[in-house]
């Protein structure tokens, strides 16, 4: 249904409330509002939006509108809000807009209303969003001791876990920061310091001595309340990646091409491509399986390019901070990981955490959880030091998998995998596999590897693969050679995985998983480090490209180990 713009309104013009309330301004930044209607084309049966848009726009944004309309003569060339005739000369382009559908249905207009309307939710939304965490304020922030990092931000702990920093002059994210390895340093009547992992330095100066003590308290609270949330659990986020609003331009032509990674405890998810837009719609579902209280869900968006995806911000929500059981919807700001990411914009994501406490232990009896190098010692479990139910899996996927459509990206019944699971570590002799469940069984295959203590490309080799990666033109020896010294278990495992991984990409025209699909899903839990941390995570788009680079040269490799 088309919408045709009936009316458009200047309601006066105001001061910038928003951004007094939360950064305490004594500027008198002044807006015009706006509202604007809706009504249906002639004879159209169904109903047009009952509300009105009401939002907020600077003299700029109207100045930038006006150049961007061809072709009309409008009352004025050039808008001051300042001017003593500034309320009559805004009403009389209203009254144009209002009365001329050309510009109504013009490109111009319609982003005008969409970006306009989108940033003042922006600024309503970071009040919201820093209304209730544990506690907020503007800080002065200086990064190891650096005065050339000296700046004015205003903090905010949220969930207990993570440290956010807002500028104050445009209210962006610039950064944020786990307080999961965070130590309080020390602190003297204003100032306090803190440091994040073995290199990182922060010292924060409040106003007052008070307020100095509460952040140093509220500080400590947080660690003790991350140690509790240290526990091992069975349990499943599920998740939709909504939309998107207010993105860095990253292309030529002013606007994106944004597509989001989602990743949670060595699984991910790769969204669509939604091209040419800073505003995207996505509305794609996701769930990942939790083993760990603690863990977080991560999300990183980029802009696609033919050579080079460009990165627009990160989000991250530790999942103890969600209600269990229960859905929430939360718009995130989206943040930089270092002071020359350009990085603006927010996501809405729908999430919902379960979980049970899991207190048991791998089994040594057990076949998920124990390593291929301890697998093969036991005869009765593992043939030419490849554990039997891998085989068993590729026979079924050979016979029932090779043309299911999105085999290993859709996501089976948690409930069944974990049935299977259970089967297969009792006795994967007994274990009856079945057809129409072959979406269960491809996650109880993944699981294996996501399960596995030593990752088949080795916790050792992990640097090697990352720092080959940055090699303009990497040969295909160079990867052979660092296979090459994979244990002989890990190397008789690839020897069975890579032929029916070739199977799988064969059939790409029915199953619609080619290489770059099956490194996506099996990527992180082939490659990973024995310790992950943020700057690994960022990693994970190399770590995709390497597992594709071995998919893709499969037979070559397998030739030569």
């Not at 297969?424 to 699981?447: C, M, R, T, W, Y």
Request: include cysteine.
């Amino acid at each position: 249904m088309e919408l045709c713009t009936t009316n458009i309104q200047c309601l006066g013009i105001k001061d910038s409330a928003h951004k007094k309330k939360i950064f305490n301004s004594s500027s008198n930044t002044k807006v015009l509002e706006f509202q604007v209607r809706y009504e249906n084309p002639e004879n159209d049966e169904d109903k047009p939006p009952s509300e009105p848009i009401i939002f907020q726009t600077t003299q700029s944004a109207i100045n930038k509108l006006i150049t961007e309309i061809y072709n009309v003569n409008l009352p004025l060339s050039n808008f001051s809000i300042g001017s003593s005739s500034a309320l009559s000369d805004i009403s009389l382009l209203c009254q144009c807009i209002s009365s001329t559908p050309k510009i109504q249905k013009s490109l111009a207009f319609v982003n005008f209303i969409e970006t306009e309307n989108n940033l003042c939710k922006s600024s309503t939304f970071l009040y919201e969003f820093i209304k209730d965490s544990n506690i907020s304020g503007v800080l002065t922030k200086t990064k190891n001791k650096n005065k050339r990092t000296k700046k004015e931000r205003l903090c905010a702990i949220k969930y207990n876990r993570i440290l956010y920093y807002f500028s104050n002059n445009d209210k962006k994210c610039k950064g944020l920061k786990f307080l999961d390895d965070c130590k309080v340093l020390g602190k003297s009547f204003n100032t306090f310091q803190l440091s994040f992992g073995s290199n990182e330095t922060y010292l924060f100066t409040t106003p007052t001595t008070e307020e100095c003590e509460k952040w140093v308290s509220t500080i400590n609270s947080c660690i003790e309340h991350i140690q509790k949330s240290t526990f091992q659990v069975s349990g499943q986020v599920q998740g939709t990646l909504v939309r998107g609003r207010n993105l860095a331009i990253k292309d030529i032509g002013g606007l994106s091409d944004p597509f989001a990674i989602i990743k949670a405890e060595r699984q991910q998810y790769k969204s669509h491509t939604i091209y040419k837009t800073l505003n995207p719609t996505y509305n794609e579902n996701f769930h990942f399986d939790i083993s760990k209280h603690n863990s977080y869900l991560y999300l990183f968006l980029w802009d696609e390019d033919k050579f080079k995806t460009d990165f627009m911000g990160e989000i991250i929500v530790p999942l103890s901070a969600l209600p269990a059981n229960q859905e929430v919807q939360l718009w995130l700001p989206l943040a930089p990981r270092n002071s020359k990411d350009k990085v603006s914009g927010d996501l809405l994501l729908k999430l919902r955490y379960f979980y049970a406490p899991d207190t048991l232990e791998v089994s040594p009896n057990a076949i998920y959880g124990n390593s291929l190098e301890s697998l093969k010692n036991r005869p009765n479990v593992c043939k030419n030091s490849v554990p039997i139910i891998l085989y068993q899996f590729i026979e079924f996927f050979e016979k029932h998998g090779l043309n299911e459509e999105g085999i290993f990206r859709i996501c089976g019944n948690s409930i069944e995998i974990k049935s299977i699971k259970s089967q297969i570590d009792q006795n994967f002799e007994s274990v009856i596999f079945n057809a129409p469940s072959v979406h269960a069984f491809a996650g109880a295959f993944k699981l294996f590897f996501r399960e596995l203590p030593e990752p088949l490309f080795t916790f050792a080799q992990y640097d090697n693969f990352i720092n080959l990666s940055k090699q303009k033109n990497f040969e295909i020896q160079a990867v052979i050679d660092i296979m090459k010294t994979f244990p002989q278990s890990h190397i008789a495992t690839l020897k069975l995985i890579l032929p029916f991984f070739k199977k799988i990409s064969d059939n790409i025209n029915t199953n619609l998983m080619g290489n770059y699909n099956l490194s996506i899903v099996f990527g992180p839990a082939l490659l990973r480090p024995q310790v992950e941390d943020n700057t690994n995570l960022m990693e994970m788009i190399v770590v995709n490209e390497i597992t594709k680079f071995i998919f893709d040269n499969s037979q070559q490799i397998l030739k030569s180990l």
